[in-house]
């Protein structure tokens, strides 16, 4: 049984852990490198490398820190093997139709590679709770800071094995 927690795609879940290797196996021995070296150089109050290599040292750690709890809670959803593909899930791309028939495609994805200008929206959005669930033909309202809006399901397409 998969834990219960935010999902992600597989793909974002590598990014993520890709994002972690870089830093832990690349950028964070570049910069101890630094601070090492500077640290060398005698007088610290005034080393500028030693200065700023302590500061970023501390935000990769922290980022470091992050990316591992965040991974830790996250649950891997594959879409392409949703077996009800009539309905909008996880890791659907849903072409949608307003009123004026101006079309857009979203891709439902979790919360932590969402992008909305290459149409991925979190699982979490305004957009994504009112697709939940829907198939072609149905009418979603959707209550955004620019006032509501209606918008057909006009297509759902999952990714295939």
Sequence with gaps: MTP????????????????????LGTERPEIVE???????N?????NGD????????????RELAHLARRMKKLRVVDP???????KVFFG????????????MTVTLVGDDEQ????????????????LRGATIGDLRTVRLPSGEREWEVV???????
Excluded: C, F
């Design 4 to 23: 219960a927690g935010p999902p992600i795609t597989p793909a974002g879940m590598a990014a993520l852990r890709a994002r972690y290797d870089h830093l």
């Design 34 to 40: 630094i601070v090492s070296w500077a640290a060398g």
């Design 42 to 46: 005698g007088d610290r109050s005034e």
């Design 50 to 61: 030693y200065i700023y290599g302590r500061k970023r040292m501390r935000e990769i750690d």
């Design 80 to 86: 392409a093997r949703q077996e009800e593909r009539g």
């Design 92 to 103: 659907a791309t849903v072409e949608l139709a307003d009123e004026d028939d101006e079309r």
């Design 115 to 130: 992008d909305a200008s290459a149409g991925r929206i979190g699982w979490s959005a305004p957009l994504a709770r009112a």
């Design 155 to 161: 297509a759902i397409e999952y990714p295939n094995s």
